[in-house]
């Protein structure tokens, strides 16, 4: 059974720009959230989506989105990009909202110059 | 809030020794609890749970106890290998919150 899956692994982008990450969770979980890590902060949860609807959101500004597709596939856009965006943003899928064990893909790594 | 507090690394240890990373938590309810490992370049992997009181998680050698009495999930291993040198993350949900709180990590070195 393949595991979560996020694309792409690295990535370089400069301040202003925007960047699209993906998340293909394991099959047949439906729920999928997204944390962000950096030295200084930690593992910070950013949202979470469940049958195509946010359910729950961090505190995060507004230029952090995202959205889930009817296959469970999901998708975070951070947009106007400053270099504290520089983190690993992981991505994690579980069964459903109730379903305590959540499964962590590899992270992208984005770094803003 | 709900919050997890774990010990400040770094942990330098010795092969075989026996390690100890302390966890407490602050949560309304009854929260389950994870230990989570992330080696370098990688993305989390749960190492071990427990969803009530009193129940303990084990895994690969590890193991916690879910604490209610002292609000505590410490992680334990007898004998380390230097295989076991990672960062480690204690984390809760909390039922209605629908998300993970971690704690700050502690890095674990363990030397042969």
């Known amino acids: 059974k393949a595991g979560v899956t996020q694309t792409p692994r690295y990535l370089i982008k400069t301040r202003g720009q925007q960047v699209t990450l993906s998340c293909s969770p394991i099959?047949?979980?439906?729920?999928v959230s997204w944390y962000q890590q950096t030295p200084g902060q930690g593992l910070q949860f950013l949202f979470e989506y469940f049958s195509e609807t946010q359910r729950n959101k961090g505190n995060f500004p507004g230029r952090f989105s995202g959205r889930q597709f009817s296959n469970s596939r999901s998708e975070m856009n951070v947009s106007t990009l400053e270099l504290g965006d520089s983190a690993l943003y992981l991505c994690?899928?579980?069964?459903?909202?109730?379903?305590?064990?959540?499964?962590f893909g590899q992270g992208t790594r984005l770094t803003v110059v | 809030g709900d919050s997890v507090t774990q010990m400040e690394g770094p942990v330098t240890l010795s092969e075989e020794a026996f390690l100890t990373i302390n966890c407490t938590y602050t949560?309304?309810?009854?929260?389950?609890l994870f230990w989570y490992v992330q080696y370098p370049g990688e993305g989390l992997q749960l190492l071990l749970k427990?969803?009530?009181?009193?129940d303990k998680g084990s895994n690969k050698g590890f193991e916690a106890t879910y604490r209610k009495e002292t609000t505590s999930f410490h992680l334990e291993k007898g004998s380390v290998q230097v295989s076991d040198s990672a960062v480690y993350f204690c984390a809760l949900w909390a039922p209605n919150d629908y998300k993970l709180s971690f704690g700050a990590g502690t890095t674990v070195t363990v030397r042969a």
């Open positions: 427990a969803t009530k009181a009193d």
């Open positions: 099959s047949g979980h439906r729920s």
């Open positions: 949560a309304t309810g009854y929260p389950s």
């Open positions: 994690a899928s579980s069964q459903d909202r109730m379903n305590t064990e959540a499964f």
